[in-house]
């Protein structure tokens, strides 16, 4: 079974630019989450899908920050303009299980998309 | 890689040795505890959680013990092999969402798995 694909996996843009990433997560997961790390920082959330509704996005960092996930499946994630300070990887994980759940099941982390303002 | 700029914490042990790795973290109100790894060009690799009603959990050669008494959290890993040579994270969860919701990473140890 394929795991959390993400793509591109690496991005290089121009500040001001827009750029979409893309992950694909585990088949038939209702849970889809976004992480980034900014260099020099920790791994930080931003947010959290269950099926294509957010279900919880207090980490997206501003309104440039745009996450969709339409039909429930793949979700996109656009930065819109891109910012110098955007640079990082961004991670795309995604779980079983309906979000409301009290079990916590294992979530599956995609390898991640570099991105690189310039 | 990934870890320029973070200057991660960094500990070397010889094969065969078992590891400990350490994490404090600092909400008193987290009730979930998740030790990921990450190897070069990966995203985080899930190993072994625990919630906050137990103090001990045990997997594969790992063993998680919390303590919450003094909000810490450690990561034993016996008779190293190289392929444990990574990046380890704990990471925290306020509430029960479950899988990844809103999880606060910490800062990450390398572990240097020495021939």
């Known amino acids: 079974e394929a795991g959390v694909t993400q793509f591109p996996s690496h991005s290089v843009i121009e500040k001001g630019q827009t750029v979409t990433l893309r992950c694909d997560p585990i088949?038939?997961?209702?849970?889809l989450y976004w992480y980034r790390r900014v260099m020099g920082k920790e791994i930080k959330f931003l947010l959290h899908?269950?099926?294509?509704?957010?279900?919880?996005e207090s980490g997206m960092p501003n309104n440039r920050f745009l996450a969709e996930r339409t039909g429930g499946t793949y979700s996109t994630l656009k930065v819109q303009p891109a910012e110098l300070e955007d640079s990082g990887v961004y991670f795309c994980?995604?779980?079983?299980?309906?979000?409301?759940?009290?079990?916590?099941?294992?979530?599956?982390f995609g390898q991640g998309t570099r991105l690189t303002v310039v | 890689g990934e870890s320029v700029g973070l200057h991660l914490p960094t500990l070397s042990v010889q094969e065969g040795d078992n590891s400990i790795i350490n994490c404090a973290y600092s909400?008193?109100?987290?009730?979930?505890f998740i030790w990921y790894k990450q190897e070069s060009g990966k995203g985080p690799q899930f190993i072994i959680d625990?919630?906050?009603?137990?103090d001990k959990r045990q997997g594969q050669r790992v063993t998680v013990l919390l303590n919450k008494t003094v909000k810490h959290l450690s990561l034993q890993i016996a008779a190293t092999q190289p392929g444990d040579s990574a990046v380890y994270f704990c990471?925290?969860?306020?509430?029960?969402?479950?899988?990844?919701?809103?999880?606060?990473f910490g800062k990450g140890t390398h572990l240097i798995i020495q021939p």
């Open positions: 909400n008193s109100a987290s009730d979930y």
């Open positions: 899908f269950v099926k294509e509704s957010k279900q919880d």
């Open positions: 625990i919630r906050s009603n137990m």
């Open positions: 990471a925290e969860n306020i509430g029960s969402g479950g899988g990844a919701d809103g999880l606060t």
């Open positions: 088949s038939g997961h209702d849970n």
């Open positions: 994980a995604s779980s079983q299980g309906p979000g409301q759940s009290l079990m916590n099941t294992e979530a599956f």
